[in-house]
């Protein structure tokens, strides 16, 4: 692990100023992947800015009927959460889908959001990796893909994103608020949040330089049959190979956002009008334009069948 300073902020809007004023800076508060990938020298900052002690640890109802959620809300105490497991069930399963229950207890909401894909050859930095490190080209393409992405790709990355929580925050249309370091302040969609690789994969999100996350918003409660079924090598401690994040409503209307197979949390409102057709119909748009490696193809059969055990278990 290469030398950095260290700083604690006290208040979001002091730890944004301390980020502008040390360029490259990385914000830390659980470090369940920073600090990996520090110790492989994939991430490399000269600056930690230590985020723990910015109070952004409340879970507030909002006057719109929604949820606010601080930055540095634990995984565990989300999930545990009363208001969580009552009306978004959805969320509250995604998280306890996640990592381990020690992970849990470290790892922070905006964390969650921020963590980076966990491709093997991003995590070899003897291999080229467009992530890693822009314009050195794509160990993926061409090699081990089955855990990779098949839809939102492009010719610089294939790599998709690691994060559960995401995926239910996609499905039940969250809003990420943040700050800058002169005290603005906006909110981005879930849907808007991550980016998709085109030729600039090392660019993951919409955030600038220095912006903070201080809390993610969940519009008021949408009823329905809340359902999140991970597909994975492993019974724990896995990453998905595919999961379905679904709303479906007693009239077979719904919301269906799936990862494991993108650079993001992976939803298409067109193929949500076709929820009451059945499962086919539905991750046939879903996945319209997906470019499977012959390691990974499995993955299209593979979310059609998920999300027809969803819809079945949706129906009773």
Known sequence: MKAFTYERASTAEAAAQAAAKNPGAKFIAGGTNLLDLMKLEIETPQHLIDVNGTGLDKIE?????????????????????????????????????????????????????????????????????????????????????????????????????????????????????????????????????????????????????????????LPKPVGGKQIYRKVRDRASYAFALVSVAAVIQPDGRGRVAVGGVAPKPWRMEAAEAELAKGARATSGILLEGARPTDDNRFKIDLVERTLGAVIAEARG
Do not use: W
């Open 61 to 217: 109802a909002i006057p719109e009927g929604g949820l606010r959620i601080g930055a540095m809300v634990r995984n565990t105490d989300l999930a545990a959460n009363e208001t969580v497991r009552r009306d978004y069930g959805l969320l509250s399963r995604a998280l306890v889908a996640g990592a381990s229950g020690q992970l849990r207890n470290k790892a922070t909401t905006a964390g969650n959001l921020l963590q980076r894909t966990r491709c093997p050859y991003f995590y070899d930095p003897n291999q080229p990796c467009n992530k890693r490190q822009a314009g050195s080209g794509c160990s993926a393409i061409g090699g081990v893909t089955r855990q990779l992405g098949v839809i939102g790709t492009s010719e610089a990355c294939i790599a998709t994103h690691p994060s559960d929580m995401a995926v239910a925050m996609r499905a039940l249309d969250a809003e990420v608020e943040t700050v800058k370091s002169d005290g603005s302040t906006r909110s981005i969609p879930m849907a808007d949040f991550h980016r998709l690789p085109g030729d600039t994969p090392h660019i993951e999100t919409v955030l600038e330089d220095g912006e903070f996350i201080t809390a993610v918003v």
